[in-house]
């Protein structure tokens, strides 16, 4: 395999919204012109950190509108007002991006559970949008109304429990908003249970067009973003996590993809944290993949739904941050078949495969991996050495946003490339 090496100059990445319109999608080239991957390093990148915007109602502008709210009576839904209705999770006009369990229509509510599972509603006519949730455990939430990111709210256990994402601020129902909520935390934090918008009944869904882009990303706690908003030295809590501020997702909203993303703090490939055998029997990401909700293996996600054009795996810094490890043999074994799992998930699609191996791991995990793009035909991305000041570090280690803007910087760059976006 030529190897290729590219310098990359840091820039700096916005936050800006995830559901935007991308141009084309492709399989990508190989550029080593030959199919067997090609390998990039960049050890001395730095960046720096950005904020998202403030609401401001004034700068809003109005659409055409279409779609019209549900007004069927739920026997798990309550009403917001006198005079509202809801719009349900089936509302043809709300676009989800992630895994989500559509098999409790009976029951009115969609599931979900992975990181930085989003939502998102366009919507006209309407004073107030509230969502109605619930969850299992302690999960949080973005809120981003027209570009403009509003404050995070936590869901509780209480059923079907209606949340007030724009604060006292009236709405104006001559003009158009655009709504995401996106899922900070990670998958172990239990499934939300989503019943749809709480909405005045004169407001009308509008449709929304998804990126023709798609990328999925699979990894461990770098990806779910694990610690991202503390300041180091911290422990972890869910507060302290948010997907949205991720390598992955700055990656997705960079380079105008939809995303999906399945990642769980702790997991490798083989073998999870502290295990006391160099391989684990079971919970590992491979073992945990398949599935709609990852607690619950009664609901396998059909693959048909979701093709992406690119796949990034970021894992094996669980399979070596203790003893006992597994060996070489074990390791590359293990990531060969959970790469011809993906593949023949999406094999009429062929996407283009990415490795990662960094930051929190070094070598020998990283020659392993960098051997197994090689074995498989997938693209190499060093991401060792790249987080290098105190600011690059939130909780127990794990990258800081300043952190994730810098893988962010390195990664995008490499897969545009490569995809030729």
């Given at each position: 395999m030529k190897k290729v090496i590219i310098s990359?100059?840091?820039?700096?990445?916005?936050?800006?919204?995830?559901?935007?319109?991308?141009?084309?999608?492709?399989?990508?080239?190989?550029?080593?012109?030959?199919?067997?991957?090609s390998s990039f390093s960049d050890s001395s990148l730095s960046g720096s950190?950005?904020?998202?915007?403030?609401f401001s109602d004034s700068s809003l502008s109005s659409e055409s509108n279409?779609?019209?709210?549900?007004?069927?009576?739920?026997?798990?839904?309550?009403?917001?007002?006198?005079?509202?209705?809801?719009?349900?999770?089936?509302?043809?006009?709300?676009?989800?991006?992630?895994?989500?369990?559509?098999?409790?229509?009976?029951?009115?509510?969609?599931?979900?559970?992975?990181?930085?599972?989003?939502?998102?509603?366009?919507?006209?006519?309407?004073t107030t949008i509230k969502p109605i949730l619930d969850s299992v455990g302690d999960n949080w939430f973005d809120v981003i109304v027209n570009n403009a990111i509003l404050t995070p709210f936590n869901v509780s256990?209480?059923?079907?429990?209606?949340?007030?994402?724009?604060?006292?601020?009236?709405?104006?129902?001559?003009?158009?908003?655009?709504?995401?909520?996106?899922?900070?935390?990670?998958?172990?934090?239990?499934?939300?249970?989503?019943?749809?918008?709480?909405?005045?009944?004169?407001?009308?869904?509008?449709?929304?067009?998804k990126p023709t882009r798609k990328i999925e990303f699979i990894g461990d706690s770098i990806t779910c973003g694990y610690g991202d908003l503390g300041t180091a030295p911290c422990n972890f809590q869910a507060i302290t996590e948010d997907n949205y501020d991720t390598y992955a997702s700055i990656t997705a909203r960079e380079l105008e993809c939809e995303m999906f993303l399945e990642a769980w703090s702790?997991?490798?490939?083989?073998?999870?944290?502290?295990?006391?055998?160099?391989?684990?029997?079971?919970?590992?990401?491979?073992?945990?993949?398949?599935?709609?909700?990852?607690?619950d293996p009664s609901i396998e996600w059909d693959f048909n739904q979701y093709i992406p054009d690119a796949v990034v795996i970021n894992l094996g810094t669980n399979d070596y941050s203790t003893q006992p490890v597994?060996?070489?043999?074990?390791?590359?074994?293990?990531?060969?078949e959970f790469i011809k799992t993906i593949k023949s998930n999406y094999a009429q699609a062929e996407p283009e495969i990415f490795l990662i191996c960094g930051p929190m791991i070094g070598n020998p995990c990283c020659e392993y991996v960098a051997n197994v793009s090689t074995l498989v035909g997938a693209t190499f991305i060093?991401?060792?050495?790249?987080?290098?000041?105190?600011?690059?570090?939130?909780?127990?280690?794990?990258?800081?946003?300043?952190?994730?803007?810098?893988?962010?910087?390195?990664?995008?760059?490499?897969?545009?490339?490569?995809?030729?976006?």
């Open positions: 990359l100059f840091v820039v700096v990445l916005l936050c800006i919204n995830s559901i935007c319109a991308g141009t084309g999608s492709g399989s990508g080239a190989s550029l080593s012109g030959s199919g067997s991957g950190g950005g904020s998202g915007s403030s279409s779609g019209t709210t549900s007004t069927t009576p739920s026997t798990n839904s309550q009403s917001s007002s006198d005079s509202g209705s809801i719009i349900y999770p089936n509302d043809e006009n709300i676009l989800y991006s992630g895994r989500f369990d559509t098999t409790q229509s009976a029951d009115n509510y969609y599931g979900f559970s992975w990181s930085g599972c989003q939502i998102s509603l366009s919507i006209t006519g309407t256990s209480v059923a079907h429990q209606e949340y007030d994402i724009i604060g006292s601020t009236n709405l104006d129902p001559t003009q158009t908003y655009s709504i995401v909520l996106s899922k900070r935390t990670e998958a172990s934090f239990g499934e939300v249970r989503f019943y749809g918008f709480s909405v005045d009944s004169t407001g009308k869904t509008v449709p929304q067009q702790g997991r490798g490939v083989v073998r999870n944290y502290g295990s006391p055998t160099p391989t684990s029997t079971s919970g590992t990401v491979p073992d945990l993949y398949p599935y709609t909700i990852p607690t597994p060996s070489q043999e074990q390791f590359q074994n293990g990531y060969i060093d991401a060792q050495n790249i987080l290098t000041e105190p600011t690059d570090f939130g909780c127990n280690g794990h990258p800081s946003i300043n952190g994730h803007m810098k893988l962010g910087a390195v990664i995008s760059p490499i897969i545009q490339k490569v995809m030729a976006w």
